[in-house]
């Protein structure tokens, strides 16, 4: 079957550095993102990784090992707006994404 | 409008009736998708529609069907709702082409709960 595991919840402190993981076991492999969610509204798109290696967008960046089937999220410099859901998905050979269930963030100042 | 638009936002049903949530892009996107999320698990995929005139089905489309009859509106319908329906629907769309892995943008979403 297909899985995708990462941490139900993470509490950081506002200004520090957070890494939240993501590991994955799918038919195929088209891809990795990562998506943002505040609760009640809709998911927002982060970042998307195809190639080994780490992604950086400002102050997010994204990693992913295919070999290990591995990929985090790594926030820095953390903002009370980051507090949020965090959605690992990978697109699999038939190019759907499967989804995590998301890491809830939670910021403390 | 810019974006995708969900109606209604909210929604209380009873158990048996019929209902459609509608969905309209104007992004004229090919691809649209039905998700539902429930607490705890993932998104998961209803049914899609890779361009106008087609459609399929995702991970859970049992009590579910669609229609794609162009390219901007993608409604979903539960024939028969029954409480293990209540969950927050996302619709979302992308630009898809065979083999691409283009972004999918969401939806507001609609909360239905069926009693």
């Known amino acids: 079957g297909q899985n995708i595991d990462q941490p139900t919840e993470m509490t950081a402190t506002e200004g520090a550095i957070v890494q939240i993981n993501c590991t994955y076991q799918t038919s195929g492999f088209n891809g990795l993102f990562w998506y943002q969610q505040h609760a009640g509204e809709a998911p927002t798109f982060l970042s998307y990784n195809v190639l080994d290696g780490l992604e950086e967008k400002g102050r997010f960046s994204s990693f992913l090992s295919r070999s290990k089937g591995y990929s985090y999220l790594l926030l820095k410099e953390l903002q009370m707006k980051d507090s949020a859901s965090y959605l690992c998905a990978v697109m699999d050979s038939n190019y759907q994404l499967i989804w995590g269930a998301g890491t809830k963030l939670i910021i403390k100042p | 409008i810019a974006g995708i638009t969900q109606a209604p936002t909210s929604q209380i049903l009873a158990a048996g009736r019929r209902m459609t949530l509608r969905c309209t892009q104007d992004m004229r996107h090919n691809a649209m998708y039905w998700y539902r999320q429930d607490l705890g698990l993932g998104l998961r995929l209803i049914h899609y529609?890779?361009?106008?005139?087609?459609?399929g089905k995702g991970e859970v489309p049992d009590g579910y069907s669609v229609s794609r009859a162009n390219t901007d509106d993608f409604p979903l319908t539960l024939a028969s709702a029954v409480p293990s329906q209540t969950s927050v629907y996302f619709c979302a769309s992308s630009d898809w082409a065979s083999g691409s892995t283009d972004t999918q943008y969401f939806g507001p979403g609609t909360r239905l709960t069926v009693l």
């Open positions: 529609s890779n361009t106008a005139g087609t459609t």
